[in-house]
């Protein structure tokens, strides 16, 4: 099917209105963030896969009928809502269909008696939570990408926010959903507390990446907003080692904080400067929930933190940390790092108490002399569980061989990441999800467990329309 | 000219950004302020870079170019080690010599950093036109001043040309170029060299060890640096919140002014 036969199908589905073919368009919603695609945006240079058109479903009924449209012509196609994604997942094939739910926003209800919300695919976050705020509560979600992102995109990346070590991740907070298959047929998953009825459905599209459907609805749940109870407190404390060590007892011994965050030597320079003792990691540590209890919280860390070569740098870090920590997000379009000649990003990974700091130091001893260009490493735990922790690296490298050396030395990066990782039994994406950048590595990742993804994939999306390349190898 | 010596004074200073608002009510430059940062504004970048590839365009002629870094107020440690791996000949801290610090201070800043200057001997002067925050940038003119040397302002690109240095500059509303001959002071303004060079890993590795000059107060008599500072002015920070009230006229009118006096803190009596 040429591209003229996709666009005139599908405005005569939907109107010519809801298919958007200007090339700006078009460019806009292939944009990613990935660090080598944000050097060559700023160089110049568009190397990314030119989709046919960009689709802008009103509701369920129109995602519906797009995607048999789509499936029965076997027509690759990207889901996409706020396009807040680091991992190339939302760029498109050449002469493929983006899908995308922005224009599916709003809330549609709000259940203070069963504290859950439901709303549309295309609602921002941060409309959310402010919609949320002026009514008592908070969603309790809290990623970087909190200005840019939209809640279906948040669901299928299996998302995560920086008070999750309250909250949980999304995965904790989605109670039911919408989702058209690929083939157009809507199923919806019902709230309810807790099932006993089999495999937790919702799970199939949570992380999923729009490899399996497209999300139209979720019913999330809402807690009290209660920031003026909060506790915080930060320190530093020399050495990963002995950071990482001092949040594994909080977590062990049973404590919630919201924020639990350890930042290296290298990301403190940069936070804080001379302001911390040199060679310090800092500890950011928040409770949030009734006073009673963030009291307690604040006493018990304080008492573990009293066992380990700490001082006290107060809450002043915490609240400053706070009041700056989705500040990236304003800066995403400006060429702050290509006017330097580097690209910038992160990566994050998991792993249980036992490897993480073996995977820290291991990627954080190898980058440096394998990467002559490196300019920055560093790294950060930022959500913390009983059994373990993420590790958040930052890093930056020159581009000091042109402009198509960009992509394959952030690949080097990346390699020694992944690999260090999955040497020590972590897992290779903590919150970002794979995109496609990740692919490569996912059957070592899932190990015996693969085959299950390509089954999924092959009963839920038979002819693989949807949002090829994630997750799963050619 | 056989040599060419370059020298930059920069100043970082405290990255507001990530001034907590519980700080900003209170503010004043005896707060604490030391969960923040010290960074360096985007002027003083500009003339760091712009030194540091103008050394180079000057290298390339066959000269022999030394570069130096100089500030009179704090200086960040991982700074230090910036500037050397990013190709500075000299890192030069003279923060502990000015008693109370730099801030308000610009003809003592100005006479300090002159006396540095002329120790070493120079031919071009860089500075930010502005290093930031209350800074008036009044520092360079006085330092041109102290120094008896043209100073040029707003400039935004330079380059070696016969006998001097070709300036291209902001005049008001309208652009211009000139050429002058050193020695000289330029501010720089709105540049395009809009960032300080990023250096490698291996490159900072490679200075570790260099640490910045920190002369003593004997070596710059005369500068009265050992006097007391009375202390930096009262802070008073604009808030966007705005108070109106309607005070009646008329019979009232004594009344109203005596609750306007109170409004706006002036003594029983006194007239608004």
């Known amino acids: 099917m040429d591209k003229k036969d996709i666009i005139q199908g599908l405005q005569a589905l939907l109107g010519e209105d809801r298919v958007q073919t200007a090339p700006e368009i078009i460019r806009k919603a292939s944009t990613d963030y990935i660090g080598f695609r944000q050097y060559e945006r700023f160089d110049g240079q568009d190397w990314v896969p030119k989709a046919a058109c960009v689709v802008q479903p009103r509701n369920t009924a129109e995602v519906s009928q797009a995607l048999a449209f789509l499936n029965k012509h076997g027509l690759s196609t990207v889901p996409r809502t706020g396009g807040s994604s680091v991992t190339q997942s939302i ?3 050449e002469g493929g269909v983006i899908l995308d739910g922005q224009e599916m926003n709003g809330v549609l209800s709000l259940n203070e008696q069963d504290m859950m919300v439901t709303v549309r695919c295309g609602t921002p976050l941060e409309y959310l939570e402010n919609y949320l705020n002026r009514h008592g509560y908070t969603g309790g979600h809290f990623p970087q990408s909190l200005p840019l992102a939209h809640v279906g995109g948040l669901i299928a990346t299996r998302s995560i926010g920086q008070f999750s070590t309250l909250y949980g991740g ?4 989605l109670v039911g959903l919408e989702a058209v298959l690929a083939d157009g047929e809507v199923i919806r998953i019902k709230n309810s507390p807790r099932r006993s009825v089999g ?3 919702r799970h199939l599209f949570i992380g999923s990446e729009g490899m399996l459907g497209f999300i139209t609805e979720a019913t999330l749940k809402i807690f009290p907003y209660t920031p003026e109870t909060r506790w915080m407190n930060s320190w530093a404390i020399q050495g990963m080692d002995q950071g990482l060590a001092l949040i594994r007892e909080v977590m062990t011994t049973g404590y919630r904080p919201a924020v639990v965050r350890l930042h290296d030597a290298e990301e403190v320079q940069k936070m804080f400067g001379d302001a911390v003792p040199g060679g310090s990691s800092v500890l950011l540590f928040l409770a949030e929930g009734p006073a009673p209890i963030t009291a307690a919280i604040g006493q018990g860390i304080r008492e573990i933190a009293g066992r380990y070569p700490v001082q006290d740098l107060g809450s002043r870090p915490v609240e400053s940390w706070l009041q700056t920590r989705n500040d990236v997000c304003y800066r995403m379009d400006e060429p702050v790092y290509h006017k330097q000649g580097m690209v910038a990003d992160t990566c994050e990974i998991s792993a249980p108490w036992s490897a993480i700091g073996e995977i820290y130091g291991a990627v954080i001893e190898r980058l440096p002399r394998e990467m002559p260009n490196l300019v920055f490493i560093g790294g950060h735990s930022s959500h913390s569980y009983v059994q373990g922790t993420n590790i958040y690296f930052t890093f930056s490298f020159l581009v000091d061989k042109g402009v198509e050396s960009a992509r394959p030395d952030y690949m080097k990066v990346i390699t020694v990441m992944m ?13 970002h999800g794979s995109g496609k950048y990740r692919t490569r590595w996912m059957p070592e990742e899932h190990g015996s467990s693969y085959p299950l993804l390509r089954k999924l994939k092959s009963s839920l999306d038979p002819r693989g329309i949807l949002n090829r390349g994630v997750l799963l190898t050619d | 000219m056989g040599v060419v010596k370059i020298a930059v004074c920069f100043k970082a200073v405290p990255d507001f950004d990530r001034v907590v608002e519980a700080d900003w009510e209170n503010f004043s430059l005896a707060g604490d302020l030391g969960y923040v940062q010290r960074i360096l504004g985007c002027f003083d970048e500009s003339a760091l870079e712009t030194a540091l590839r103008l050394g180079s365009a000057w290298a390339e002629e066959g000269k022999t170019v030394e570069t130096a870094a100089l500030t009179a107020a704090p200086l960040p440690s991982p700074l230090v080690k910036t500037l050397f791996a990013a190709g500075f000949d000299r890192v030069a801290d003279l923060s502990g010599l000015l008693r109370g610090g730099p801030e308000f201070r610009p003809r003592q800043t100005a006479a300090l950093l002159g006396a540095w200057l002329t120790s070493w001997g120079f031919d071009l002067i860089l500075a930010g036109r ?5 800074d ?8 041109g001043e102290t120094l008896g040397i043209p100073v040029i302002t707003e400039a935004e690109t330079l380059a070696p040309c016969p006998g001097g240095i070709e300036v291209r500059r902001l005049n008001g509303t309208r652009r211009e170029e000139l050429r002058a001959s050193l020695p000289l002071l330029i501010t720089l303004g709105n540049s395009p060299v809009a960032a300080l060079r990023a250096v490698t890993l291996g490159a900072r590795m490679a200075v570790s060890q260099r640490q910045a000059e920190k002369p003593e107060p004997e070596a710059f008599p005369g500068l009265g640096l050992s006097e007391e500072f009375p202390g930096p002015p009262r802070f008073i920070r604009e808030t966007r919140s705005k108070t109106c009230r309607f005070l009646p006229g008329g019979e009232d009118l004594p009344q ?9 803190g002036l003594k029983p009596g006194e007239k608004p």
């Open chain 1, 91 to 93: 760029e498109p094939e």
């Open chain 1, 170 to 173: 999304i995965e904790d907070l």
């Open chain 1, 199 to 201: 495999p937790d459905l």
């Open chain 1, 419 to 431: 690999e260090e990782t999955l040497k020590r039994g972590g897992s290779i994406a903590h919150h």
């Open chain 2, 130 to 134: 502005q290093a930031g925050w209350a």
């Open chain 2, 136 to 143: 008036s940038g009044l520092v360079p003119l006085l330092l």
């Open chain 2, 256 to 264: 109203s002014l005596a609750e306007a006096g109170a409004l706006l």
